[in-house]
């Protein structure tokens, strides 16, 4: 099977699928590959954090052009993955020489499977592009193709807690993906005080609680699947073994009372109301950090819709507060400008490289020390190399937030169901995330992940 997911969380994910007991696991470039069963195929959908789509490969095949891969295609017994009376779609990922455009070749696919139907029954089924009951993914890398069966559905960012959100929201699966690079598990309390609507707060509480990301979804692929195994799927879904406690508090805050609103939406939605704080506060306005240690993780504005003056001012404010009001925490600031990142001041002790959808961006690691360590540069954070004080940073306004449209629900038989833990009483949560940092460091300790150089090296 293979697992898609970000560039710079395949480690990540990694260790989330030997956790959950794959084998032959081998990290690619915004995938990882790794053998299982069909209950492993059911635990990764549902709790892999920082997983984007779970594929299963069901025909691999050669082709040097257009004719080949329709004619390739033409021998494959559709009727073990489709009949006349489900819909289905393509989906196309092309890294190759040979075929330049992804929807020729989706296309090709198109004709090899409604011909192949039309020559026996003189029917084909339908093509759906809203809400396809099957869902296939053409992955051509050079010559080399492989046709596998979307076992997702909707991609599985698309977590189901979120009716409301911002201008630019932060993808859940970046937003986990962070989280677990901090190697933060629940042990201390998580601060973003710059939580926009509420992601990174909402993936912390997961994480925390051993609540897995899929439990609010509506539906997965696999569901519709010929092959689905009901009983085998619940079992899975209401296993609560993971479930753990959580003595810390999780704080979130933001300048935009609008921000706040979309925030307590979707916390309310998630059912975790009782273990996060809100407020509308701006950063510079914390005078005491919430717990005497913790962690902190935020993402500000990159600048887009502000001006340069007043970044390199917020981010100035953002190391100042940092070094006079949460000492004794770890904090992670991503961002994708070094100015921005010179600006806060402080010297960083990690850093990791993400992407924010096409942003190439840096999370920082600070640990913030009490006392006289010098961790800032000498150069001046602000006009007169003094740092502006709270009443001067009041009318400062970084980005403009609203509140978006509410979505479904999961199927009517649990609609509005979701307790104050998180969960859903129908369906509970299971398994247990993994609890270590990136395998890059530990590769040795798992003979169960490789490397491959060149698997996986498509565009997503």
Not at 26 to 31: A, P, V
Not at 53 to 77: C, H, M, S, T, W
Not at 135 to 164: M, P, Q, W
Request: glycine share 8%; charged share 30%.
């Amino acid at each position: 099977m293979i697992a898609k997911t970000m560039a710079e969380l395949e480690d990540i994910l990694a260790e989330e699928l030997i956790a959950l007991g794959a084998n032959d696991v081998e990290i690619g470039t915004r995938m990882v590959s790794f053998t299982g069963d069909k209950a492993l195929m059911y635990k990764a959908n549902v709790h892999c954090r920082t997983a984007l789509r779970i594929l299963k490969p069901i025909y691999n095949f050669k082709a040097e052009n257009a004719g080949e891969v329709y004619d390739a295609l033409k021998q494959l017994n559709w009727e073990d993955y489709l009949s006349l009376d489900k819909t289905f779609s393509i989906d196309a990922v092309v890294f190759s020489h040979i075929f330049n455009h992804s929807k020729f070749v989706v296309y090709k696919v198109k004709d090899a499977i409604a011909d192949w139907f039309s020559e026996r029954y003189e029917k084909r089924p339908s093509v759906s592009v809203t809400n396809p009951d099957i869902v296939f993914n053409i992955h051509i890398a050079h010559n080399k193709c492989t046709l596998s069966l979307d076992s997702s559905g909707e991609s599985l960012h698309k977590r189901g807690y979120r009716i409301a959100q911002t201008e630019a929201p932060l993808n859940e699966v970046l937003a986990a993906g962070m989280i677990l690079k901090s190697g933060w598990r629940g042990e201390s309390t998580f601060v973003d005080p710059m939580c926009g609507s509420g992601t990174l707060l909402i993936e912390a509480a997961m994480i925390a609680l051993g609540i897995p990301p899929g439990i609010h979804r509506q539906s997965f692929g696999f569901e519709k699947w010929s092959d689905f195994d009901e009983d085998l799927f619940s079992d899975i879904y209401n296993d609560d073994s993971g479930s753990r406690e959580f003595m810390h508090r999780i704080v979130g805050s933001d300048i935009s009372p609008k921000a706040i609103a979309a925030a307590e939406k979707n916390i309310r939605n998630a059912g975790l109301k009782k273990q996060i704080d809100l407020s509308v506060k701006p950063f510079q306005q914390y005078t005491e950090s919430p717990a005497p240690k913790g962690v902190l993780i935020t993402n500000p504005p990159y600048g887009e819709r502000i001006k340069v003056d007043e970044l390199t001012e917020l981010y100035a404010m953002i190391g100042e507060r940092l070094k006079h009001v949460f000492t004794g925490y770890n904090a992670y600031v991503l961002s994708y400008r070094k100015e921005s990142f010179d600006s806060i001041g402080l010297k960083h002790s990690k850093r990791f490289f993400l992407f924010n959808g096409a942003l190439e961006c840096e999370m920082r690691e600070y640990e913030i020390f009490s006392g006289k360590r010098d961790d800032r540069h000498s150069r001046p954070a602000g006009e007169g190399g003094k740092f502006k004080s709270e009443g001067e940073y009041k009318s400062f306004n970084p980005r403009k937030r609203s509140s978006g449209t509410e979505s479904k629900t999961r199927k009517s038989s649990v609609e509005g169901r979701v307790g104050q833990d998180g969960r859903n009483p129908d369906r509970r949560s299971f398994g247990d995330e993994s609890r270590s940092g990136k395998l890059s460091n530990r590769k040795d300790e798992n003979p169960r992940l490789r490397r491959s150089p060149d698997k996986g090296r498509d565009k997503q």
